[in-house]
């Protein structure tokens, strides 16, 4: 079941991955034995593993034979998951030495991998990203590493807008190019003083990384530095108070309305069935959002302290990558496929922006006329935010993916009363350090 903060975060904690301290030989054929020339580009076999849903699946599938026609000599084995027992299964393979040859990688991990020696560094085995999109390259660079993985898509922070919601209320949907944080809880108050009991302007906000990521961004500090926590307590504290200000002027539900509806499955949510007004999603959940209302959603920029677009220090981030094993035998046919994925205009009409909107602009531009009216809103979004974006942040570091959990405590403390946002604020950087060291 897909609930509001699943579809905001990324998932769970790698077990078993902490464990590990260097990647083995590889047994197999596909994962490589080390000490290998890398193979030919255009022959021999390698392993693909990617987390997914059925029309994934197909894509890939379909993706994969496609490649096939250009080089019937190379042999693709697929090994499909789901992201519940993925991590599981690759940590157990890397431990073995059996890691797949090319890996549906996400970046909560990439530097977990990156800095045990798992992964290729994809620039110095020639992989072309010329044709990226600026800010989006970096997203993938591990420090004493390199380009440790290629982003497979790309999203951005958005918040959506239900106009009917706005239109019952009597009012204007904000422009997002101007407004504050104040504004919008402000906005969002008058929708919920205006609307049937039931009807609120926002869903409560404070616990949502991205969000929160944000918000310490415009500070002119970040969730990481250096592996460490990039932001001080003032700046946490400052997003505590700007949460509980959201649930005492009900511009949102209250606490137990809240929690409850961010484990509600998405067409279940108070958003979803037109309770709310306004919420936060990456631009890669617009389709499915979207899809909730008849495609009436709008899709806004997030606040921005100063009211201005330009200086709302949004990024790009990797829907997901695609990396290569540093141990590949046949590393010259895995990275040349990798290439065929983010490269070739053919392989993204197969794929489309089911994994993301594409990072290669050659490739954005052959699918766009094909996408459907929702996918258009999601890759409109990101052309219109291109020149205002910030630094690509800093890959979450080990120990980092505890992050969502740290915040969705705290956050939930403060909002029932037990902690003041002082406290949730502290608790937040003290539990971080704690995960990272």
């Not at 990156?114 to 994809?122: K, T, V």
């Not at 380009?147 to 209320?169: C, H, M, Q, S």
């Not at 500070?219 to 509980?244: I, L, M, N, P, V």
């Not at 705290?410 to 937040?428: K, N, S, W």
Request: a negative charge.
């Amino acid at each position: 079941m897909l609930t509001r903060r699943t579809a905001l975060t990324l998932g769970l904690a790698v077990p078993g991955l902490a464990g590990l301290v260097a990647c083995g030989p590889n047994a197999t054929s596909g994962g490589g034995s080390g000490g290998s020339d890398g193979g030919s580009a255009d022959s021999g076999s390698f392993r693909l593993a990617w987390w997914g849903n059925p029309t994934r699946n197909e894509n890939t599938t379909n993706v994969i034979a496609a490649y096939k026609e250009e080089k019937p000599d190379v042999t693709i084995s697929p090994e499909p998951g789901e992201w519940s027992g993925y991590w599981d299964k690759l940590a157990t393979q890397t431990a073995g030495g059996d890691f797949p040859d090319v890996v549906q990688m996400d970046e909560k991990y990439l530097a977990e991998y990156a800095g045990r020696g798992a992964l290729l560094d994809l620039a110095g085995a020639g992989l072309d990203t010329s044709k990226f999109v600026d800010g989006s390259v970096e997203v993938g660079e591990v420090k004493d590493v390199g380009l440790a993985a290629i982003n497979a898509g790309l999203n951005a922070f958005t918040v959506l807008v239900n106009p009917d919601v706005f239109e019952a209320a009597g009012v204007d949907v904000p422009d997002d190019t101007t407004w504050t944080w104040d504004e919008m809880i402000e906005t969002a108050a008058r929708i919920t003083e205006a609307t049937e009991d039931g009807t609120y302007g926002m869903t409560q906000m404070g616990t949502v990384q991205g969000l929160f990521q944000l918000w310490v961004r415009q500070a002119g500090q970040d969730q990481y530095e250096d592996g460490k926590a990039g932001f001080d307590a003032k700046a946490a504290t400052s997003w505590f108070e700007w949460s509980k200000k959201i649930q005492d002027t009900k511009a949102c539900p209250g606490a137990d309305a809240s929690v409850e509806d961010s484990t509600a499955a998405m067409d279940q949510s108070l958003f979803g069935t037109g309770k709310i007004a306004m919420t936060v999603a990456w631009s890669n959940q617009v389709v499915a959002n979207d899809a909730l209302h008849d495609g009436k959603l709008t899709v806004l920029r997030p606040p921005s302290t100063a009211g201005s677009a330009a200086e709302a220090q949004l990024w790009y981030k990797a829907s997901m990558y695609w990396a290569v094993s540093a141990k590949s035998a046949n590393s010259a046919a895995a990275v040349a496929f990798v290439d065929y994925l983010v490269n070739s205009p053919d392989a993204g009409k197969i794929l489309s922006v089911e994994r993301g909107v594409p990072g290669n602009l050659e490739v954005r531009e052959a699918i766009t006329p094909d996408l459907d009216e929702s996918s258009k809103k999601a890759v409109d979004f990101l052309d219109a935010i291109e020149k205002e974006l910030g630094d690509a942040p800093e890959i979450t570091p080990q120990g980092g993916g505890q992050f969502e959990d740290i915040l969705t405590r705290a956050g939930q403390d403060m909002l029932f009363g037990t902690i003041t946002p002082a406290d949730a604020g502290q608790r937040l950087l003290d539990e971080l350090n704690s995960a990272l060291s």
